[in-house]
């Protein structure tokens, strides 16, 4: 909440302004995806004919609605979004190739499944900015952006 899409991502400290001006949708800002619009099944949004079965595929990367003038499910893609599976192989499935950017896999309760987010690491730096190669030493990043330096306690390094 208090969020605004902008240029695809959401944005603090404005309302959430994801509307494409159709009364048959609602739009949601999402972190990492934007805005993305729900089909409404209201019956002033249906159309005349109904599907056959329910129309979700399973799938927590795809806007799932019946077009009732067809009768037919449509499946439309969420751009940027990659369903994980937070039990499996998510960390190779999430990873973008981007070592400023820090990868989870996050269950989306609107999206109803599992999908990858990928935040901005603090301060834009990769995980192994502050690595200093001393295998007695852990580097942290501070809120500052600066490196800090802890001993590692371990018997190899406690006897240098």
């Known amino acids: 909440m208090g969020d605004v899409c902008r240029a695809g991502r959401c944005r603090g400290g404005f309302e959430k302004t994801c509307d494409d001006g159709d009364p ?3 739009g ?6 934007g805005c993305i619009f729900i ?4 019956p002033e949004c249906r159309g005349p004919l109904s599907c056959p079965d329910d129309c979700d595929d399973g799938d927590p990367c795809t ?3 019946c077009d009732g ?3 037919v499910c449509k499946h439309i893609p969420i751009l940027g979004c990659v369903p994980c599976d937070p039990l499996g192989d998510w960390p190779s499935v999430c990873d973008d190739h981007d070592p400023t950017t820090e990868e989870t896999c996050e ?3 609107l999206l109803g499944g599992h999908i990858c987010i990928n935040r901005p690491r ?11 190669g001393d295998p007695c030493t852990e580097g942290s990043l501070g809120a500052d952006c600066l490196c800090r330096q802890e001993p590692v306690q371990s018997p190899e390094c406690m006897s240098e």
């Open 24 to 26: 048959c949708t609602v």
């Open 28 to 33: 949601y800002c999402l972190e990492t995806l």
């Open 39 to 42: 089909h409404l099944e209201t």
């Open 63 to 65: 806007i799932d609605h």
């Open 69 to 71: 003038n067809s009768g």
């Open 107 to 109: 269950e989306s309760e």
């Open 122 to 132: 603090p301060c834009g730096l990769p995980a192994d900015h502050c690595d200093d």
